[in-house]
T-cell receptor, first 116, second 112 residues
Framework: GAVVSQHPSRVICKSGTSVKIECRSLDFQATTMFWYRQFPKQSLMLMATSNEGSKATYEQGVEKDKFLINHASLTLSTLTVTSAHPEDSSFYIC????????????FGPGTRLTVT | GENVEQHPSTLSVQEGDSAVIKCTYSDSASNYFPWYKQELGKRPQLIIDIRSNVGEKKDQRIAVTLNKTAKHFSLHITETQPEDSAVYFCAASKTNDYKLSFGAGTTVTVRA
């Protein structure tokens, strides 16, 4: 149980275009989803916290107009990277809380974004 | 916000030896401390976690200790095997927001 999927697994886009990444909880309802970014050989950095039906909360230094997050249902959150630039190339990972156990988060497999 | 420091950044051990990774945290309100193993290009996998009301937890070859007073926690891997080679991350979280703050990671290499 507690499976999280992401789509696509990897995407290549041209500079200036927008890319949407989906995060789904497959067998549970996720009260909260988190979006992380991980650059090569670096740690995971939290970008934003997403609660179903409400606006996402962004971490300091993360541009909310550039990284649009929508959490329209209890099983789906989307991250849209708008006007992508090469410096946005990274590994984007989502996680989800079940709301049953108080702590554990379940991670998606990640999306490798390359902006050319 | 929470600041988690992790040491060492790299660790090379002989197969069968033990590996220890140490983390410190800054926010005394943090009360949940998970450890993750991440292989290249894959998602982080939870390997063990500890809550602030416990000082030590063990799961087969893996153990975690927590010193709340000193605000540090450690991962111990005994009888290391080549498949233990990966990047390990510590993290800290608290129940008011459940956000995970990660350490910088430790690349563990187990030499056969």
């Amino acid at each position: 149980g507690a499976v999280v999927s992401q789509h696509p697994s990897r995407v290549i886009c041209k500079s200036g275009t927008s890319v949407k990444i989906e995060c789904r909880s497959l067998d549970f309802q996720a009260t909260t989803m988190f979006w992380y970014r991980q650059f090569p050989k670096q740690s995971l950095m939290l970008m934003a916290t997403s609660n179903e039906g409400s606006k996402a909360t962004y971490e300091q230094g993360v541009e909310k107009d550039k990284f649009l997050i929508n959490h329209a249902s209890l099983t789906l959150s989307t991250l849209t990277v708008t006007s992508a630039h090469p410096e946005d190339s990274s590994f984007y990972i989502c996680s989800a809380r079940t709301g049953q156990g108080p702590y554990e988060q379940y991670f998606g497999p990640g999306t490798r974004l390359t902006v050319t | 916000g929470e600041n988690v420091e992790q040491h060492p950044s790299t660790l090379s051990v002989q197969e069968g030896d033990s590996a220890v990774i140490k983390c410190t945290y800054s926010d005394s309100a943090s009360n949940y401390f998970p450890w993750y193993k991440q292989e290249l290009g894959k998602r982080p996998q939870l390997i063990i976690d500890i809550r602030s009301n416990v000082g030590e937890k063990k799961d087969q070859r893996i153990a975690v200790t927590l010193n709340k007073t000193a605000k540090h926690f450690s991962l111990h891997i005994t009888e290391t095997q080549p498949e233990d080679s990966a990047v390990y991350f510590c993290a800290a979280s608290k129940t008011n927001d459940y956000k995970l703050s990660f350490g910088a990671g430790t690349t563990v290499t187990v030499r056969a």
